[in-house]
């Protein structure tokens, strides 16, 4: 089975600093999707990427998808209070014939501190 | 309503006794989803719907779990002769009709936090 790997678990940064947060797959990625979590509530969708190579960007988060290395990164931009919460990346399984069905794979998750 | 609705928001029960969970998509979703978040396993994949019907439920734990579609809409998770290991939040998903692209986005729902005392 699919396993992702995040990196790093935990995360503290002052406000307006830079940060990176790793995804890593055990297999072959047929597309990756972002989420953001805050406490009691559920996941909120961020970005999803399907192709090698592919990178989008939403406000000041930006999120690559390197095919070759099985590995997503997400990049914040001067980061903001707002910005704290769990992240996390998910995979998607495949059903019959190879497509995609969206039944997902989380990683462990990164939680992200920021101080005013 | 707009998003996907899940209630109860929390639910204590004891040791033994059985809990249902309710799961209300977005209108027109087709798909499905379950999935339990705990402290020791993180976020993992329960069952997935396709209208009523279910073709992977491979992520259920035991067969005191169970959940059912109706009407291609509300989805209820079944939990029998609940024990302590079932404390976790359970989340579900939905998402449109399609089988690639942005139509497999699966949005969540605020989730149902389960105790077992």
């Known amino acids: 089975s699919q396993e992702l790997e995040q990196s790093p678990q935990s995360l503290i940064v002052q406000e307006g600093k830079n940060l990176t947060i790793n995804c890593t797959s055990s297999?072959?990625?047929?597309?990756l999707y972002w989420y953001k979590q805050k406490y009691g509530e559920g996941l909120i969708f961020l970005m999803m990427?399907?192709?090698?190579?592919e990178e989008k960007s939403h406000e000041k988060i930006t999120a690559k998808l390197d095919e070759k290395k099985q590995q997503s990164s997400l990049h914040i931009t001067a980061s903001q209070p707002s910005h704290a919460g769990i992240y996390l990346c998910?995979?998607?399984?495949?059903?019959?014939?190879?497509?995609?069905?969206?039944?997902?794979?989380f990683g462990q998750g990164t939680i992200l501190t920021v101080h005013p | 309503g707009a998003g996907v609705s899940q209630s109860p928001s929390n639910k204590v029960t004891e040791k033994g006794k059985d809990v249902e969970l309710r799961c209300d998509p977005i209108s027109g979703h087709t798909a499905l989803y379950w999935y339990r978040q705990s402290l020791g396993q993180g976020l993992e994949f329960l069952i997935y719907f396709q209208g009523n019907s279910a073709p992977d439920k491979s992520g259920l734990p035991s067969d005191r779990f169970s959940a059912e579609r109706t009407g291609g809409s509300v989805s209820t998770l079944t939990i029998q002769r609940t024990q302590q290991e079932d404390s976790a939040v359970y989340l579900c998903?939905?998402?449109?009709?399609?089988?690639?692209?942005?139509?497999?986005?699966?949005?969540f729902g605020a989730g149902t936090r389960l105790s077992v005392l």
């Open positions: 998910g995979a998607p399984g495949l059903g019959a014939g190879g497509t995609s069905y969206g039944k997902l794979t």
């Open positions: 297999k072959t990625l047929y597309g």
């Open positions: 990427l399907q192709k090698g190579g």
């Open positions: 998903a939905s998402s449109p009709p399609g089988t690639s692209g942005a139509k497999n986005i699966q949005y």
